[in-house]
Nanobody, 124 residues
């Protein structure tokens, strides 16, 4: 069974930076595509960023492009989301997810496994 655990969330002032981590317990982490999603109160879960199984293909939501960077360290079974120039509208619970197809998928229905989320709050 694959388990994902997010960490690194917290309170940040607008313009600041934060790095989220997601540790995966799966034996074949390197075969998964990995994604980050977020969900604010009263809103649907929103795609943030994804990275493919191979060759480091990356996808970003337009709202975070140029500010956020997704990366992975397969030796550590961990995916990261570096968030810079944070804005109040980035406030949400952030979730990591794993996709067995290995794609850098942008829609949540493709993902097979989900973490429980970590809260990110950006103050104005």
């Amino acid at each position: 069974h694959v388990q994902l655990v997010e960490s690194g969330g917290g309170l940040v002032q607008a313009g600041g930076s934060l790095r989220l981590s997601c540790a995966c317990s799966g034996r074949i982490f390197s075969s998964y595509g990995m994604g980050w999603f977020r969900q604010a109160p009263g809103k649907a879960r929103e795609f943030v960023a994804a990275i493919s199984r191979t060759d480091g293909f990356r996808e970003y939501a337009d709202s975070v492009k140029g500010r956020f960077t997704i990366s992975r360290d397969n030796a550590k079974n961990t995916v990261y989301l570096q968030m810079n120039s944070l804005k109040p509208e980035d406030t949400a619970v952030y979730y990591c997810a794993a996709d067995r197809t290995g794609m850098a998928a942008t829609t949540h229905v493709i993902y097979d496994y989900w973490g429980q989320g970590t809260q990110v709050t950006v103050s104005a």
